[in-house]
């Protein structure tokens, strides 16, 4: 430990759980605040999970919605360009 770093409180030691994806501490130092983010593959991988399942959703939400087929058909159609 430097000398002018103050002492880890027990919250700064803390493990994350494993059921959160992230974890996120906070610490004090002299005149600042310092947080510190930090994540584990497991983590990484049950975030990239979940983006795919919410991806899947909109893609059936798409293929069975026509207001929404229509705005991605349109969204996706390039536009003339004049030169």
């Known amino acids: 430990m430097a000398v002018n770093e103050?002492?880890?409180?027990?919250?700064?030691?803390?493990?994350?759980k494993a059921d959160t994806a992230?974890?996120?501490?906070?610490r004090q130092g002299r005149d600042r605040s310092v947080i510190q983010?930090?994540?584990?593959?497991?983590?990484m991988d049950a975030l990239r999970a979940r983006i795919r399942t919410q991806s899947k959703k909109?893609?059936?939400?798409?293929?069975?919605d026509l207001a929404a087929q229509a705005f991605i058909d349109d969204w996706t159609t390039p536009?003339?360009?004049n030169r």
């Open 37 to 43: 983010v930090s994540s584990s593959v497991s983590a």
């Open 6 to 16: 103050p002492a880890m409180t027990p919250a700064d030691q803390a493990t994350p």
């Open 79 to 81: 536009e003339q360009q």
């Open 22 to 26: 992230f974890s996120v501490r906070r």
């Open 58 to 64: 909109v893609a059936v939400h798409i293929q069975t």
